[in-house]
């Protein structure tokens, strides 16, 4: 089993680590395209507001950088194949190593401060 793997299924039975009121509705979710590659999302849950929430998991600095890509290729997927509107639906990028994030997320919390 990977690394993700591991996270992804410690993760999806206890999404209150993410964010209270989360629930699971399917891990590894295909999603058909037929103008590409298809797509795997680590955790489709929904909220307590009852959006869809699309959490893709990464655990290298170099898959990190491409996720904001890949996730923005699952909210239009999503949307095709399961017809949802941009209103009714969220995503949550969790990563283990970042490091592009890390010293522009220390600014922001020290002017926060």
């Known amino acids: 089993m990977t690394k993700e793997a591991k996270i992804r299924d410690l993760l999806v ?3 209150y680590l993410i964010e209270d009121g989360l629930n ?3 891990t590894e979710f295909k999603l058909p395209n037929i103008f590409g590659s298809h797509g795997l999302v680590d955790i489709i849950a929904r909220d307590k507001f009852g959006l869809i929430v699309i959490i893709e998991i990464k655990t290298s600095n170099s898959s ?3 996720a904001s890509h890949q996730l923005c290729k699952y909210v239009v997927l999503i949307k ?3 017809n949802i509107a941009d209103k009714d639906l969220r995503c949550i990028l969790i990563s283990t190593d970042w490091h592009e994030l890390i010293v522009p997320a220390e600014q922001i919390f ?3 401060r």
Do not use: E, R, V
């Open 64 to 66: 990190a950088k491409n």
């Open 13 to 15: 039975n206890n999404l």
């Open 110 to 112: 020290a002017m926060s």
């Open 24 to 26: 699971a509705i399917k």
């Open 80 to 82: 095709q194949n399961l």
